[in-house]
């Protein structure tokens, strides 16, 4: 009874291509996250959404677009993949973006491994 | 900009040992500061959260401190078991009207028989 799942565990894909990562959250939280983890293995934030908005925004290109259906969902599409997009990608979810401790713990996915080829 | 630095990046020790694991960060004007343990395939699960008016917290074998002045903290884990091997990521909240994590590169731990 997983409470983040993303889903493909592995993605392999050619350069060029269009792929998305689906991510949802059986949490009841209204906070979703995708980090992006490199190659030397710092993981950085790309977004934050809150009950389907917009909380920030890293300067990621425009190529990834997170979309968010409902606040249990946040997919990330990502346009003309490049070879620099290869990492393992996770998905966060937690109660609340704002102040409060308890709220402030968040709840990670197992990540994606993309590899572009 | 925040910078979070973990020493060591690598560490091997034999079963029952006491360790440490130190973590420093730039930018004293954090929000929070939590311990994290990356599994293989498995993700990131949050061990310790400190307060940044706290100075430590402590959860089972687990001891986490936090000096917000000096930009440190430490997590001390007592009578090391195999099932402790894992990556250990020290993580410090920014807030910046939002939660923000800034992750230092993680100490990858292992804990031999």
């Known amino acids: 009874d997983t409470a983040v799942s993303q889903t493909p565990k592995y993605l392999v894909t050619q350069m060029g291509n269009d792929k998305s990562i689906k991510c949802e959250q059986n949490l009841g939280h209204d906070t979703m996250y995708w980090y992006k983890q490199d190659s030397k293995k710092f993981l950085k934030i790309m977004f934050s959404y809150n009950n389907k908005e917009l909380i920030i925004n890293e300067t990621v290109p425009n190529r990834f677009s997170p979309k968010s259906p409902d606040k249990a969902h946040l997919n990330l599409h990502i346009n003309s993949l490049e070879l620099g997009d290869s990492a393992v990608y996770f998905c966060a979810s937690s109660q609340a973006f704002r102040r409060g401790p308890l709220k402030n713990i968040q709840y990670f996915g197992a990540g994606t491994r993309l590899s572009v080829l | 900009k925040q910078e979070v630095t973990q020493i060591p990046a690598a560490l091997s020790v034999p079963e029952g040992e006491n360790l440490v694991l130190n973590c420093s960060f730039t930018?004293?004007?954090?929000?929070?500061l939590q311990w994290f343990r990356q599994d293989p395939g498995k993700g990131l699960t949050s061990l310790l959260l400190i307060q940044s008016s706290q100075r430590e917290q402590t959860s089972g074998r687990l001891n986490a401190s936090l000096d917000k002045s000096s930009g440190r903290s430490t997590l001390y884990i007592a009578a090391s078991q195999p099932g402790d091997s894992a990556t250990y990521l020290c993580?410090?909240?920014?807030?910046?009207?939002?939660?923000?994590?800034?992750f230092g590169q993680g100490t990858r731990l292992t804990i031999n028989p």
């Open positions: 930018d004293s004007a954090i929000y929070n």
């Open positions: 993580v410090v909240d920014m807030y910046q009207g939002a939660q923000k994590l800034v």
